[in-house]
């Protein structure tokens, strides 16, 4: 017998040191605590509340197994009264072994009298063990019943299999404790960066509800991916990292300036001083004419000149997309130049402003981009400051490198396919998506999920994008 307990002890010790599923712990001290002392019932219950919990109830001859697979059992709690003898093990830390319960006037036995009157059961023998962790808190109480001989006859529970019992509760209690508190550490963790996600969008006024987004879409994703049993579905861990890695992919703009982030237009502030000049302009051409210096065709032409000017100027403040066409308008006023007051000669523009209007797309130039841009480098230099657990290992990787695309035009490191996890290029494609249609961006109009598909798709096209993994978020309607 004594062998075989240390054989059942090293195999449950195996086992709990490996499982990080507090229900299944406990189910598995309860069912070994029942095969060592052979016994036919035991109940399991938690100290929460200041009160004993029901959480598992199993009799093997009444065929009963309740509890420990998330439903919960419909039984009032045990106070902690001394009356209550799983309550009497829990205050005073004390092992209790009991012949014959119906030969016992130390405690209150009528609930289980009551049960054997309505079930025609017959509680006998009792062991109640404190479930104690490192600490010497009481965490639970094991309670069995009704040990059998090998003829199937009730006995008393033997003297010594308390040690043994209460070894095994020791166990499960330290593991029951340390699962808790990983998981109040990941819940601490994911709040914190939720929080830091937060702080990050709201200092953009035109970002607010970005990572927001991106990780509801993430989170419906990856749970469709679960329901269709796809080979590309991830397992819960895997899920909690990418979805923290969403939450965290835009850390580095925490140090990105807030011009360069909020600049909804091409000229930004500098749009005021090019419309002071221009008022300027309008009024040396006014002054020329009223001095007789110019006849009034001149003055026409000039007024129509520095009037059109400032309509293509203002236009291209704010579009979106300027064509060749336009550019070159742009360009021709930037040649154009007048005459101040003090006889000195001006451009219409200057070189920055110019620089500023002719770009293409978007309202950033070329330097303040590549500001922009180095966002994920600070990511990536951040988070690598941050000590995530063994879980959240890849965390910094994926979310540092949500710029990279597959045929190596993305950035910072210009990574190609082979190097880009399937969580980085899912990461990738919520990331534009949101972009593309979201409401708060003041440098252009929303557009709607079919027109950023079509953005997507051509980007699948020309080989920046994983194709199947965004004919599986199409087909999983997630971001509705």
Not at 404 to 412: F, H, K, T
């Amino acid at each position: 017998m004594k062998t075989l307990q240390i054989e059942k002890l090293f195999e449950i010790g195996i086992s709990l040191s490996s499982c990080r599923d507090s229900a299944l712990v406990l189910r598995g001290i309860l069912d070994t605590a029942m095969d060592l002392t052979e016994c036919d019932a035991g109940t399991l219950y938690i100290l929460e509340n200041n009160a004993l919990s029901f959480y598992i109830m199993v009799t093997k001859s009444m065929g009963v197994d309740r509890g420990g697979d998330g439903t919960k059992i419909d039984l009032p709690p045990v106070p902690l009264s001394e009356v209550n003898v799983c309550a009497k093990a829990a205050l005073d830390k004390m092992i209790i072994n009991i012949a014959d319960v119906y030969e016992d006037d130390r405690f209150d036995f009528s609930g289980p009298r009551r049960y054997d009157i309505m079930t025609g059961y017959r509680t006998g023998s009792m062991l109640v063990i404190p479930m104690t962790d490192e600490k010497g808190d009481v965490v639970g109480v094991l309670q069995l019943l009704n040990a059998l001989d090998h003829s199937g006859n009730r006995i008393p529970f033997p003297k010594d299999c308390e040690q043994v019992i209460s070894s095994l509760a020791s166990q499960a209690a330290i593991r029951l404790t340390n699962l808790n508190y990983s998981r109040e550490i990941v819940t601490l963790l994911e709040s914190m960066v939720q929080v830091t996600s937060t702080a990050i969008d709201a200092r953009s006024p035109y970002n607010a509800n970005h990572s927001k987004n991106m990780a509801r879409y993430g989170e419906k994703f990856l749970r469709w991916l679960q329901e269709q049993n796809h080979p590309c579905r991830l397992t819960e861990d895997e899920s909690k990292e990418l979805l923290m890695a969403i939450w965290l992919h835009d850390m580095g703009k925490l140090v990105t300036p807030l011009e360069v982030m909020n600049k909804p237009t091409r000229l930004g502030p500098a749009l005021e001083k090019i419309k002071d000049r221009f008022r300027i302009i309008s009024l040396l051409n006014e002054l020329r004419f009223a001095q007789g210096n110019i006849d009034l065709n001149t003055y026409q032409t000039n007024s129509e000149e520095i009037q059109d000017a400032e309509e293509i100027i203002l236009h291209a403040n704010s579009a979106g997309f300027l064509s060749e066409e336009f550019l070159q308008k742009i360009q021709n006023i930037g040649q154009k130049s007048y005459m101040n007051e003090k006889g000195n000669v001006e451009n219409w523009l200057t070189e920055q402003e110019l620089h500023a209007l002719s770009v293409r797309k978007g309202t950033l130039t070329v330097e303040e981009r590549i500001v922009m841009e180095n966002h994920v480098v600070m990511t990536e230099k951040l988070l690598s400051q941050m000590h995530f657990t063994r879980e959240f290992s890849h965390v910094r990787e994926y979310a540092s490198s949500h710029h990279e695309l597959l045929n190596g035009a993305g950035y910072p490191r210009h990574l190609v396919a082979e190097q880009i996890p399937f969580q980085v290029r899912v990461l990738t494609i919520l990331d534009i998506f949101d972009a593309l249609t979201a409401k708060d961006r003041p440098y252009k109009a929303p557009m709607s999920a079919d027109q950023a598909f079509s953005i997507l798709d051509s980007m699948v096209r020309d080989g920046q994008l994983d194709g199947e993994i965004l004919k599986l978020f199409k087909e999983s309607k997630a971001w509705e």
